[in-house]
T-cell receptor, first 114, second 112 residues
Framework: EADIYQTPRYLVIGTGKKITLECSQT?????MYWYQQDPGMELHLIHY???????EKGDLSSESTVSRIRTEHFPLTLESARPSHTSQYLC?????????????FGPGTRLLVL | GQNIDQPTEMTATEGAIVQINCTYQ??????LFWYQQHAGEAPTFLSY????GLEEKGRFSSFLSRSKGYSYLLLKELQMKDSASYLC?????????????FGKGTKLSVKP
């Protein structure tokens, strides 16, 4: 079973607030990801990291930012939350093991911006 | 461009067999994954195919035809707990730097 954690699990916040979604994994995985998923829709990659001090933008443009100061930690920050940011945010990690690189997902954070 | 298609919803009966299809178009195919996602939960890895043919893992099997851009997930001896969304994802080295591109998922409902 994968050991990847996200906090908070649910967050309701007002417009304009700064928020940070936490993601931690204890598997020593190099690569980490942030996905955004609306109900009934596909996962969209918004950020990823190959390792410490590496951050890349994903396929879906996002106003969020990420940092990777430690291998196990990959927080996502929204400087000023808006209702359009309401969604589920899923963190994932994988070991760089060649072709069969399997991603393990955290439980997700459901964000509602009022 | 990149595109993954799978049916939106399917219904099947407990104990039966169901096949969930996935077609894809990518510029740099390098593997296809199936994930299971129960409502409100995170996706969990089910299977992986990179070569043509069938991969079997217990009640679940996955098939790949690279020439046809086609895969299916076969679930046998369906159980109520198999009610979930099944996500087809393709690793694409063409436009996505080897990251996964996910389909919208197929919501499977298993009836008694």
């Amino acid at each position: 079973e994968a050991d990847i954690y996200q906090t908070p699990r649910y967050l309701v916040i007002g417009t304009g607030k700064k928020i940070t979604l936490e993601c931690s994994q204890t598997m020593g995985h190099d690569k980490m990801y942030w996905y955004q998923q609306d109900p009934g829709m596909e996962l969209h990659l918004i950020h990823y990291s190959y390792g410490v001090n590496s951050t890349e933008k994903g396929d879906l443009s996002s106003e969020s930012t990420v940092s990777r100061i430690r291998t196990e930690h990959f927080p996502l920050t929204l400087e000023s939350a808006r209702p359009s940011h309401t969604s589920q945010y899923l963190c994932a990690s994988s070991v760089l093991a060649g072709v069969k690189e399997t991603q393990y997902f955290g439980p997700g954070t459901r964000l509602l911006v009022l | 461009g990149q595109n993954i298609d799978q049916p939106t919803e399917m219904t099947a009966t407990e104990g039966a067999i169901v096949q969930i299809n996935c077609t894809y178009q990518t510029s740099g195919f390098n593997g296809l994954f199936w994930y299971q996602q129960h409502a409100g939960e995170a996706p969990t890895f089910l299977s992986y195919n990179v070569l043509d043919g069938l991969e079997e893992k217990g009640r679940f099997s996955s098939f790949l035809s690279r020439s046809k851009g086609y895969s299916y997930l076969l679930l046998k001896e369906l159980q109520m707990k198999d009610s979930a969304s099944y996500l087809c994802a393709v690793r694409d080295w063409g436009g996505s730097q080897g990251n996964l591109i996910f389909g919208k998922g197929t919501k499977l409902s298993v009836k008694p």
